[in-house]
């Protein structure tokens, strides 16, 4: 595995909770990406970021921030977690028109 | 934005056939295809991608074919094994929004 941790690996929480996952990278990748995986629906891109402090929306943003401060570091937090959010969350580094390595998975269960 | 549908969303063949999974498109910007396989429990990884000045890629039992034109591209596993069941997802991408398709589950029986 490329060198990608998230965590923590499993969570559960309640509906108006905030949360907040975090993604670690060692390979000095400049991109990095927050995904959500629901079946049927394959991986949705939430945000992305390009360098430190510098981040994107993707196609399912609405509900979530994102924050990099270091390269290695990159944040993804709800706000206040509905049970729409339930599902599993992937960090992945690499350029998007360039292979994509991606990290284990966050589980995530708002009740 | 990108469209990505992908068939068939379940495929069991025998130890030894051939799987093939078909995707097609819709942003005829995007250029490159990537095809990840996921293993239960962990994150997709990459097995092959095609670029769009290549029509055609082998990787031993693994080869991926794509069409610009008809915009559409498939994953051709020959002699599968037991160990090639996994979920397959393939992906377009026209610039950093990478759209993935909804996957396909292959069981191969022994």
């Known amino acids: 595995d490329a060198g990608i941790t998230q965590s923590p690996r499993h969570k559960v929480t309640e509906t108006g909770t905030p949360v907040t996952l975090r993604c670690h990278q060692t390979?000095?990748?400049?991109?990095m990406y927050w995904y959500r995986q629901d079946p049927g629906h394959g991986l949705r891109l939430i945000h992305y970021?390009?360098?430190?402090?510098?981040?994107d929306k993707g196609e399912v943003s609405d509900g979530y921030s994102v924050s990099r401060s270091k390269t290695e570091d990159f944040l993804l937090t709800l706000e206040s977690a509905t049970s729409s959010q339930t599902s599993v969350y992937f960090c992945?580094?690499?350029?998007?028109?360039?292979?994509?390595?991606f990290g284990p998975g966050t589980r995530l269960t708002v009740l | 934005g990108e469209n990505v549908e992908q068939h068939p969303s379940t495929l069991s063949v025998q130890e030894g056939d051939s799987a093939v999974i078909k995707c097609t498109y819709s942003?005829?910007?995007?250029?490159?295809f990537p095809w990840y396989k996921q293993e239960l429990g962990k994150g997709p990884q990459l097995i092959i991608d095609i670029r769009s000045n290549v029509g055609e890629k082998k990787d031993q039992r693994i080869a991926v074919t794509l069409n610009k034109t008809a915009k559409h591209f498939s994953l051709h596993i020959t002699e599968t094994q037991p160990e090639d069941s996994a979920v397959y997802f393939c992906?377009?991408?026209?610039?950093?929004?990478?759209?993935f398709g909804a996957g396909t589950r292959l069981t191969v029986k022994p």
């Open positions: 970021s390009y360098g430190v402090k510098d981040t």
């Open positions: 942003d005829s910007a995007s250029n490159y």
């Open positions: 390979e000095n990748h400049r991109y």
């Open positions: 992945a580094i690499g350029g998007a028109t360039d292979t994509q390595y």
């Open positions: 992906a377009a991408s026209p610039n950093n929004d990478m759209r």
